[in-house]
C-alpha cells in the first residue's frame, strides 16, 4: 500500500525557517517525481512544486510565490522528499501535503500544518 | 499564468441527481487537466486525469470530458458519501494552477 506521511509543521515566526518531511512507502520512489502542494485555512489548493527523478538530473520548480526561498529535495535510499522553506511569511501558513507524482497529484499525505505568525 | 475558473461555486442536489461542474481555461491546455475531490477535514483525491480517464478504484458514476478550454465534470449519480469540494487543475505550463473548487452539498 502507497503511504505518504508528512512531518515538521509547527508554528514559526516570520523570517524563519522550517524543513518538512514526507516520509514514503509502497512503491519505488526513486522512480517518481514528487510534489508539494499547500491550502491555507478555509482556501483553495496551491501547487508549491516538485523534483523530478535522478534520470531527469532530479530538476525542481516552484511557484513563483516560494520561488528562491523554498527547496525541494529528495534522498532516495530513504524514500524521503524533504520541503525547505526560509524566510517564511505569514501568507505562508497552510496545510502543506505531499504527493506521488508530478502531473497528476496521486496518493496524498495528511498534510502538516505550517502557522507563520509572531 | 492560466487561469482556471468554475462553476458554480457551489450547489445542492438531491441524491440520485445528475451533477454537472465546468471547468474553463484563460488558454488551450489540451487535455492536460485533472479533477480532485476533497471532503471535509480530508486530503484531496484524484478522481479524473488527462482529462477524461477515471482514476483506478474510482466509480465509475464520476466522468470528466473537454479539451482545450472548456473541461466537464459529471457524477451520473449523486451519492451521500459524494458530499466535497471538486477542484479542476491544469498541468499544461507552469505553475500549475487550481480553480477555485466547487461545492457539492446534498439537498
Known amino acids: 500500500e502507497v503511504q505518504l506521511v508528512e512531518s515538521g509543521g509547527g508554528l514559526v515566526q516570520p523570517g524563519r525557517s522550517l524543513r518538512l518531511s514526507c516520509t514514503t512507502s509502497?512503491?519505488?520512489?526513486?522512480?517518481?517525481?514528487m510534489s508539494w502542494f499547500r491550502q491555507a485555512p478555509g482556501k483553495g489548493l496551491e501547487w508549491v512544486g516538485f523534483i523530478r527523478t535522478k534520470a531527469y538530473d532530479e530538476t525542481t520548480k516552484y511557484a513563483a510565490s516560494v520561488k528562491g526561498r523554498f527547496t525541494i529535495s529528495r534522498h532516495d535510499s530513504k524514500s524521503v522528499a524533504y520541503l525547505q522553506m526560509d524566510s517564511l511569511r505569514t501568507e505562508d501558513t497552510a496545510l502543506y501535503y505531499c504527493?506521488?507524482?508530478?502531473?497528476?497529484?496521486?496518493?496524498w499525505g495528511q498534510g502538516t500544518l505550517v502557522t507563520v505568525s509572531s | 499564468d492560466i487561469q482556471m475558473t468554475q462553476s458554480p461555486s457551489s450547489l445542492s442536489a438531491s441524491v440520485g441527481d445528475r451533477v454537472t461542474i465546468t471547468c474553463q481555461a484563460t488558454?488551450?491546455?489540451?487535455?492536460?487537466l485533472n479533477w480532485y475531490q476533497q471532503k471535509p477535514g480530508k486530503a484531496p483525491k484524484l478522481l479524473i486525469y488527462?482529462?477524461?480517464n477515471l482514476e483506478i478504484g474510482v466509480p465509475s458514476r464520476f466522468s470528466g470530458s473537454g479539451s482545450g478550454t472548456d473541461f466537464t465534470f459529471t457524477i451520473s449519480s449523486l451519492q451521500p458519501e459524494d458530499i466535497a469540494t471538486y477542484y479542476c487543475q491544469q498541468y499544461d505550463n507552469l505553475p500549475f494552477t487550481f480553480g477555485p473548487g466547487t461545492l457539492v452539498d446534498i439537498k
Open positions: 488527462d482529462a477524461s
Open positions: 488558454q488551450d491546455i489540451r487535455y492536460h
Open positions: 504527493t506521488r507524482g508530478g502531473l497528476a497529484g496521486r496518493n
Open positions: 509502497g512503491f519505488s520512489f526513486g522512480d517518481y517525481t
